[in-house]
């Protein structure tokens, strides 16, 4: 059966374009050596309005052409199937993914000029997939000599952005859902890391542990790669390794969220691996969780994400000052962005398909108000460098992030993981279990 949510979507975008034609690429698939490729995960934008997961894919959407929605696609292919397994081929395309006609993809070259012409203008990302690009700029060149016979073509580009991304930025009930269940499946793998977290144990244990969690309940893959960094690991912000062994009286820095139906959770918790926080991270901590607290009672429609930062940034700025990481007046350490030292990071991102996801954060060059239905994260964090030697000792090597996933309600939010323990006697009992 076909998904009534994607054709609902092509009709918004096709409204918002007001004219003209969109094109948009499958993702293209990446060679990790020889005849062996990485995992293929198809585009966002494409996935948001086709629902259609294969490479080699092209979709059109036209205010002009008399089929307003086709997709090129791999045709079917006895012998490649039994090596890759199914297609939908172009009758599938039509059948179970509504197109109202499609061609094999190696017709492309010569049937897109009949998508341009006629369109006054072309929405599509260019610069993104320079082979793409290729595709679509030679189909435009051949589009323009039809003009002597009287039709026209695309004489502007336009950044589907514009139409598409728009879009995507608010999320909808399913989409909500989606996301829901990515980051449930993200709290079950985040409580069994704190309950499982032993001195002597590697970081990669734990991150087999989440993958394992992730997979299990049904998580296609990592939203992005695990971050699993204890000790001054904890303090590196796209620690990648995941190789060291933890001691007693570590904290273990976990930031990590499942992709479930092409959602993203993006979480983070900070424990201690013996189960007790030292006062000096506690001190941290506390912080931390307060700055977090402070933005997310920020968070409600016609707030600005930049607003959101500034709690976080005030709340940390004057902790840093009390502890002496960092010299007051707090308002003279905010203003030349002395903080900046231990927090370096902006406090919140757009969530969704993508980790980061698609939508302007500025509009005419002001913070944009937060609407209803927007997700985006709440990641406040302090890192103090182990070798740091303007820090007071007992604070080196210290990294805490805690980090949440929100969702802009009517009158407010609504802290999508609130499930996962984040008040520091909650991770302590956590990390007893
Ligand atoms: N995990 C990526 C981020 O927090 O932005
Ligand atoms: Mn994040
Ligand atoms: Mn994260």
């Not at 998580?219 to 912000?237: C, D, K, M």
Request: glycine share 8%; aromatic share 8%.
């Amino acid at each position: 059966m076909i998904d009534p949510v994607f054709a609902e979507r092509r009709a918004r975008v096709l409204e918002a374009m007001k004219s003209g034609v969109l094109v948009v690429f499958s993702a293209p698939q990446a060679i990790r050596n020889n005849d062996v490729e990485h995992e293929y995960r198809q585009d966002s934008d494409f996935h948001y309005l086709a629902g259609f997961d294969e490479p080699e894919s092209v979709l059109v959407l036209s205010r002009v052409h008399e089929k307003p929605f086709v997709l090129f696609v791999r045709p079917k292919d006895p012998e490649r199937e039994t090596w890759d397994g199914p297609r939908a081929g172009v009758d599938g395309a039509v059948a179970e993914f509504g197109a109202v006609e499609a061609f094999p993809i190696a017709e492309l070259a010569q049937r897109l000029p009949d998508f341009l012409e006629n369109a006054d203008r072309l929405y599509y990302r260019i610069g993104r997939d320079r082979a793409a690009d290729d595709r679509v700029l030679s189909a435009l060149e051949r589009t323009r000599p039809r003009a002597r016979r009287g039709s026209s073509y695309p004489t502007e580009i336009v950044d589907t952005e514009t139409v598409l991304h728009e879009l995507r930025r608010k999320k909808d009930a399913g989409e909500v859902a989606l996301l829901q269940r990515a980051i449930d499946i993200t709290a079950e793998a985040h409580v069994a890391a704190m309950a499982a977290v032993r001195p002597g144990m590697h970081e990669y244990e734990i991150e087999a542990l989440l993958r394992g969690v992730f997979r299990r309940n049904g998580s296609e893959r990592p939203a992005y790669a695990p971050i699993v960094g204890s000790g001054a690991n904890s303090t590196i912000l796209h620690y990648h390794q995941n190789d060291r062994k933890m001691d007693a009286g570590d904290l273990l820095l976990v930031d990590a969220g499942a992709e479930y139906g092409y959602y993203a959770a993006d979480v983070t918790r900070t424990f201690p691996v013996s189960g007790e926080f030292t006062p000096p991270q506690r001190r941290i901590y506390d912080l931390v969780l307060a700055a977090q607290d402070a933005s997310i009672a920020a968070t409600k429609p016609g707030a600005t994400l930049d607003a959101v930062h500034a709690e976080s940034v005030r709340v940390i700025t004057e902790g840093l000052v009390e502890l002496g990481l960092v010299q007051g007046p707090v308002d003279a350490a905010i203003s030349e962005e002395r903080y900046k030292r231990y927090y370096m990071h902006k406090t919140s991102h757009y969530l969704g398909m993508d980790v980061h996801d698609v939508g302007r954060y500025f509009v005419g060059g002001k913070p944009r108000p937060l609407e209803e239905g927007v997700v985006f994260t709440v990641e406040p964090g302090i890192y103090v460098a182990a070798h740091d030697d303007q820090a007071p000792a007992e604070y080196r090597g210290i990294g805490v992030r805690i980090e949440d996933d929100v969702l802009v309600t009517a009158d407010g939010c609504r802290v999508l993981s609130e499930a996962i323990p984040k008040r520091r006697r909650d991770v302590e009992l956590a990390c007893r279990k």
